[in-house]
């Protein structure tokens, strides 16, 4: 339904246009530029309604209030000492403050009766006031109001769609008036010609009376032939002229119906679209709303996520730093273990090299013994050699 095409080539912003109901603020800045128009209208009715509310205080007084009345007052008395300054020219510093005064009090006076639109409308519905040129300026200003609206949510392209409608109506308008007034010139031109081949054929009449005349004693009875010839010449071209000229109107009338019935299939299809525009909008608004619910349910899974993915980051954060710290005990463990092993392993070369020194000392002390032994034996051999 979104994607079907626009009948007969009316583009959107004439659709605006041919419809203003279809007209919404799309924006927060044209939302923000009629919310100050519209506040200048109601301060252009306040400041309309303000000379007959100041003309009849005791009766709207007590409606109105102390604060609105004393600031009427105020703006009474400014507004006759204006008139006196006008009537009687004094000096030019005066005037001015009185000017800044007046036009403060009435900005106080508009703040005070836009603080409270009920009393507002109350008044504008009580007070009773006769047209006069504020009046026309108020309703220039709300049609002002109205084209600034219909501007601000025209875009360029639905404004140069607009305007090229406009041309191709006026130009369809334009070619249906040359025909129109081709017809009825071709229409005048067949008159002007059955007028002059009537008058030629009356003058050739007149003639032939003439004629006739001379000829009368002789010629009746051809006279009353050519006469009754003429006669069915004329009533003869009279008809086909007459026909003609209904062909004419008859064409005139089916191009009259064709255009209106070219209005009225453009008439409905700017119904069709007008409809379809509305579809398509409600099933767009339909789309943002379960866009708005998605996003909203994803937007709570990505939270609960974002939570438990955090919680748990902490967690991680909390075992680096434990590990960090086991690491760095580790390293100091395995330092202190190499240092034990390297000590061990010079304890056990220490010892190794003292059991290799004590087996040298003990072998030397061993050979020491024996050749010692030895020694006394020999000497003990010879001693008894020389004995014998």
Aim: hydrophobic share 35%; aromatic share 4%; glycine share 4%.
């Amino acid at each position: 339904g979104m994607a079907a095409p626009r009948k007969a080539g009316i583009p959107l912003g004439v659709m605006k246009v041919l419809d203003p109901r279809q007209l919404k603020p799309d924006s927060t800045e044209t939302e923000r530029i009629l919310t100050v128009l519209d506040e200048t209208i109601v301060k252009l009715e306040i400041t309309r309604l303000i000379p007959r509310i100041t003309a009849s205080l005791d009766r709207y007084g007590r409606m109105l209030g102390p604060e609105i009345t004393s600031g009427l007052l105020e703006l009474q008395k400014l507004s006759m000492e204006i008139q006196h300054l006008l009537t009687s020219p004094g000096d030019a510093k005066t005037m001015r403050a009185v000017e800044q005064h007046l036009k403060s009090s009435l900005r106080n006076i508009l703040r005070l009766f836009l603080a409270n639109p009920l009393l507002y409308h109350g008044l504008k519905f009580e007070v009773r006031v006769k047209e006069s040129p504020a009046d026309v300026f108020i309703k220039a200003f709300m049609e002002f109001r109205d084209f600034t609206l219909e501007r601000l949510l025209t875009t360029p392209d639905e404004e140069r769609e607009m305007i090229q409608f406009m041309k191709d109506i006026s130009l369809q308008v334009e070619k249906n008036t040359e025909m129109i007034s081709a017809l009825q010139g071709e229409l005048e031109g067949v008159i002007q010609t059955r007028d002059e081949e009537v008058s030629r054929k009356d003058k050739t009449i007149e003639n032939l009376k003439t004629t006739m005349e001379d000829l009368a004693k002789n010629c009746k009875a051809e006279i009353r032939l050519i006469m009754k010839e003429g006669e069915k010449q004329k009533k003869e071209d009279e008809e086909a002229s007459q026909e003609r000229c209904a062909r004419l109107k008859e064409d005139i009338q089916r191009l009259g119906t064709q255009f209106n019935a070219l209005v009225l299939e453009h008439r409905a299809s700017e119904l069709v679209l007008r409809k379809e525009k509305c579809k398509a909008e409600k099933e767009i608004q339909e789309w943002v709303q379960k866009y708005d619910i998605d996003m909203t349910e994803k937007q709570t899974t990505y939270d609960e996520l974002q939570a438990v993915y955090n919680e748990e980051k902490e967690q991680l954060s909390l075992l680096m730093e434990k590990h960090a710290m086991l690491l760095q005990e580790y390293t100091l463990i395995e330092e202190e273990r190499r240092i034990l092993k390297e000590k061990e392993e010079e304890a056990a070369r220490e010892e190794a090299r003292r059991n290799k020194a004590a087996t040298c000392i003990q072998a030397f002390w061993k050979g020491y013994l024996v050749r010692s032994i030895y020694k006394s034996v020999l000497k003990k051999g010879k001693g008894k050699g020389k004995g014998k």
